[in-house]
């Protein structure tokens, strides 16, 4: 009799929460990750699936946890190394679960985040880019960010690769965040994800933080609407519609050109963004890709990110320094942005309104509206939303090529 | 050691990339808008005869319902619907 309830004390999760409580610390993490997203809708869409991945990935016995692969791609399976690379999928689906399957199917040959980013150039208007070109160099200060950060992390002691998706987050662009880390430091995706979409979520703190601290009133109330009127613009666009139907054929042409391995992420956001802006012809696979592909692909990714954090991968001083970092990478980010309109401003008679820097950090469309709403509050007729959308969407851009950067020299 | 002059080499090299790449974007946005200026012809706006615009627009009665239904529910019945005007 005392035989069947200790077996049954086994078969049930209790025995291995209790011997190893950190499991219980995991469920507290998934719990407040929930409560953000349901409750206080804090990037909902992903923070959800990520905080079930967590839960899920967390239940001892139900082989939902991913488990990352060594350098060599070794992986323990019953006690017996195997190379993962050398398994197939039925196996690793047999031998590892349902997560680890769709993790190394989806996640790790990189396939979930280019897929997403053809999602977001569906949902992206390059319009308030291509009607105010000079603004979008703000895009490529704002990536300071990421790269002062590598540096830091360095200096901390992490690896070139774990510091450069690390800094990555300084992008402020959850795919590209996930994708150059799957690239570089794999080991690192659970927290890396979490910090990236957490910082994101909380735009509408961090941006109005760094701009108080940077910022005069005077600089604040430029009214952009005003400078164009005093020094007019020389470009005219005379037929935008076949503009925005040639920008992303011709700049992922260019990219793919000078930086190739940024090719995977700016292609499918400009393969997206074709499909829409074409139009009718298009309009069948323009709502696939910005609708059932880019939900069910972010289903998967949540999922599987929230996977890798199994409590052994995740509770380490090195995911407190990854969200120490990544709120210094974020921070770094908007203050480049900002610190290079003020120079801008130095030297041209036509002012920009240091929000624009701010917002040069990805993060669309959100950066953009706390940006105008910072704006408003100083001037109820300063609306800087179309202008602060140009800086906005060039950062995609920046963050994709900063990415494709580091992941070609350190990978 | 080595590491950081790594590090350094990446933040030189990887600013002036994203530099370079939308600085060519930029560039490459302007010539296309020159070509397009001048191969592809205007957008023709179709302007709304004003005489259509200026007569009061006849809304249809389940369309007047319905947005009397929403107006109740958004303002918990406080709300009342005065005009319709298309825009």
């Known amino acids: ?411 | 050691m080595e590491n950081i002059g790594l590090g350094l080499m990446l933040m030189v090299v990887g600013m002036i990339t994203v530099f370079a790449i939308l600085l060519i974007v930029i560039y490459l946005s302007q010539l296309l808008i020159a070509i397009v200026n001048k191969v592809a012809p205007e957008e023709v706006v179709v302007k709304k005869s004003t005489a259509t615009s200026s007569a009061p627009a006849v809304i249809d009665p389940n369309t007047m319902a319905a947005i009397k239904g929403a107006v109740n529910i958004v303002t918990g019945g406080k709300g009342k619907v005065m005009k319709v005007e298309k825009i």
């Open chain 1, 1 to 411: 009799m005392e035989d069947i309830f200790v077996k049954l004390y086994e078969m049930t999760a209790f025995s291995n929460i209790i011997a190893n409580p950190s499991f219980l610390v995991m469920y507290a993490i998934a719990f407040v990750l929930l409560y953000l997203g349901i409750k206080k809708h804090y990037e909902p869409l992903l923070l959800i699936p990520i905080a079930f991945g967590v839960l899920l990935a967390n239940f001892p016995g139900g082989e939902m946890g991913v488990i990352q692969a060594d350098s060599n791609g070794m992986v323990m399976v019953n006690g017996v190394a195997k190379n993962i690379w050398e398994m197939s999928l039925p196996e690793i689906a047999h031998d590892l679960g349902i997560m680890n399957f769709l993790y190394y199917m989806l996640i790790k040959t990189g396939f979930l985040p280019p897929v997403i980013f053809m999602g977001v150039g569906a949902l992206t208007d390059f319009g308030p880019m291509l009607r105010n070109l000079r603004l979008s160099i703000f895009g490529a200060a704002a990536q300071l960010g990421i790269f002062t950060v590598l540096l830091v992390a360095i200096l901390m002691g992490f690896t070139p690769q774990e510091a450069a998706s690390l800094g990555i987050i300084g992008g402020a662009d959850g795919p590209t965040a996930i994708f150059t880390t799957i690239k570089l430091a794999p080991h690192l995706l659970g927290p890396i994800a979490i910090a990236a979409y957490s910082y994101m979520a909380l735009v509408p703190v961090i941006i109005p933080l760094v701009v108080k601290l940077l910022c005069t009133k005077k600089e604040l109330m430029i009214n952009m609407k005003e400078q164009e009127k005093l020094y007019p613009s020389k470009t005219e666009i005379k037929n935008l519609r076949v503009l925005k139907i040639v920008f992303p054929i011709a700049v992922t042409t260019v990219v793919a050109i000078f930086v190739p391995t940024a090719v995977s992420l700016v292609g499918m956001l400009m393969f997206g963004n074709l499909i829409k802006e074409i139009g009718s012809d298009t309009s069948r696979l323009f709502d696939a890709a910005s609708n059932s592909i880019m939900n069910a692909a972010t289903i998967f990714l949540g999922l599987c990110v929230g996977a890798t954090m199994t409590s052994e991968a995740f509770l380490n001083w090195t995911t407190i320094g990854i969200v120490i970092g990544g709120f210094l990478a974020f921070a770094l980010s908007i203050a480049s942005g900002i610190l290079m309109v003020k120079i801008s401003n130095l030297f041209s008679k036509k002012k920009i309104n240091p929000l624009v820097g701010a917002t040069g950090l990805s993060a669309v469309p959100m950066a953009s509206r706390v940006a105008n709403e910072i704006a408003t509050k100083y001037d109820p007729k300063n609306h800087v939303l179309n202008y602060c959308m140009s800086s906005n969407i060039s950062g995609v851009i920046g963050s994709a090529v900063a990415a494709g950067v580091l992941i070609s020299f350190l990978q």
